[in-house]
């Protein structure tokens, strides 16, 4: 679709300057503040290729004035205080109720019967969307069961993996192991510590609630319109007022008793953020799963294999730091209002800290972010002309033992016992971990992750003594998030 900007190039000198623009709707820049009057009266979008002025009253968008001092553009109306909320096409329509009792199918296998009313309970002209925090509310009752049965299998899955043999005998004795076949046997697992990230307005939340109970679930969410909703309906759920990138996943793990399981129906401007967040919280064994929508390309690009345009930054960190699996893709029809895009459901399996520990045997995750950072930003690259400047600063400007850098391999026997090992018991990841000469000829996209780690291993060497006693290795607190999210 071509992208159309709004042109001020017919106003006169006098005219007050443009406002600024902030996003895209379907094609059209919509303005972050609200425009005056005479500015709507003669606005005029020109094709980035075209020279032909076209008026906007001809563009099939909805722009209409509602009311003194807003604006409407698409369904997005833009308040007197800048704000832009979706104004629905049938108010009724978006409150009544979706009931389904359905029998949803995940990776083949049947949830058994689950009854769900998935719509958001909006109170008329007080609950819009807003497209600050990017709302798309889930109101399909069969989605909400298939969502939540993917966390369910998610969730337990990783819960079967960390579970000590002792731990499963004692469940047993006890007659407390969940079936992962039985959506209704989680309220058993009392080592289920589940965090929904944005609630909104608990399509997800009235189901987890019935298949976790309270005791086992608490959400995150930024909007004080979707906070006291929720408390208002549920009063024994557990809601932190946070935004989702500020939180402390330790500090909420330690006071659960153990590693989170994580759901959530993600904004998609900020669903990267998020994930690394995820990354960074499962150092300290903070986070077990993650089972969450986001848009169809991102998740495409988390599971993309080597040597394709999709690989890139967020396959090599998730393959590296999880098991990634989509589960499912959400069609636009199911959410409300309706985004543009496809969107997919997520799984992530968290390694946890001891098996990562283990893959990178002595590479401090700091130092391989630096080198996978650097190298997909000029992707289309060599590796060598892609590292060149960050090898000259990790060798103090010693162009000769950057040549040696770049001439050097990684063959079987230069790997890490605990990585050899690996690859004797034929694991995936450890397979694809040797680096052959002539790898800094290549580009980015066509290093597997497992050698993008020995790439980092080349460059700046193993933690002092980790190599071998990888156990006692330091992941950090803050890696991968930005450092205006969250605590370090």
């Known amino acids: 679709m071509a992208i159309f900007s709004i042109s001020w190039c017919l106003l006169s000198a006098s005219s007050s300057p443009a406002s600024s623009f902030s996003f895209p709707i379907n094609g059209v820049i919509i303005p972050s503040s609200p425009l005056p009057s005479r500015y709507i009266k003669s606005s005029t979008v020109l094709h980035p290729s075209s020279t032909n002025k076209v008026n906007i009253d001809k563009v099939p968008t909805r722009r209409r004035r509602i009311r003194s001092g807003s604006h409407s553009l698409r369904g997005w109306v833009q308040g007197t205080d800048g704000e832009w909320t979706w104004e629905e096409d049938d108010p009724s329509a978006a409150y009544t109720p979706i009931s389904s009792t359905t029998t949803a199918t995940i990776d083949g296998e049947s949830t058994g019967e689950i009854s769900v ?101 608490q959400c995150i969410e930024i909007d004080g319109r979707s906070v006291e909703l929720l408390s208002e309906k549920h009063p024994s759920l557990r809601i932190h007022h946070e935004d989702v990138l500020q939180v402390d996943y330790a500090v909420l793990a330690k006071e659960e008793g153990g590693p989170l399981s994580i759901i959530g129906n993600l904004p998609y401007y900020i669903t990267s953020q998020i994930l690394f967040a995820l990354a960074d919280a499962s150092h300290g064994n903070s986070v077990r799963s993650a089972t969450v929508t986001m848009q169809w390309e991102v998740a495409q690009r988390i599971v993309a294999p080597t040597r394709c345009k999709d690989y890139g930054i967020l396959s090599v960190v998730f393959q590296l730091y999880t098991t990634p699996k989509i589960h499912f893709k959400i069609p636009p029809t199911v959410f409300y209002p309706q985004p543009k895009v496809d969107s997919a459901l997520l799984g992530l399996l968290f390694l946890g800290p001891t098996s990562l520990r283990r893959r990178l045997a002595g590479v401090s995750p700091a130092h391989l972010r630096s080198v996978v950072t650097t190298a997909f930003q000029q992707r289309r690259k060599t590796v060598r002309n892609g590292l060149k400047k960050l090898a000259l600063e990790v060798y103090g400007g010693d162009a000769e033992r950057v040549k040696e850098f770049f001439e050097r391999s990684a063959g079987e026997g230069d790997l890490p016992p605990v990585v050899r090992e690996a690859r004797e018991r034929g694991e995936e990841f450890a397979m694809g971990q040797i680096l052959e000469e002539g790898w800094a000829s290549r580009r980015p996209e066509e290093l597997s992750p497992g050698q993008f780690v020995e790439v980092t291993r080349l460059l700046y060497g193993s933690q002092e003594g980790k190599e071998e006693n990888w156990e006692s290795m330091k992941l950090g607190n803050k890696v991968w998030r930005k450092l205006k999210h969250g605590v370090n």
């Open 117 to 217: 009313q998935a719509t958001p309970t909006l109170p008329s002209g007080k609950f819009r969307p807003k497209q600050s925090l990017g709302q798309n509310y889930l109101r399909d009752g069969n989605t909400v069961a298939k969502i939540v049965r993917a966390f369910a299998k998610d969730a337990v899955e990783t819960l079967a993996a960390s579970a000590s043999k002792e731990d499963v005998a004692v469940a047993a004795k006890n007659d407390n192991l969940v079936d992962p076949t039985n959506f209704n046997s989680l309220k058993q697992q009392t080592g289920l510590r589940a965090v929904e990230l944005g609630p909104g307005a608990g399509a997800l939340t009235d189901v987890l609630l019935q298949s976790v109970g309270s005791s086992n679930l």
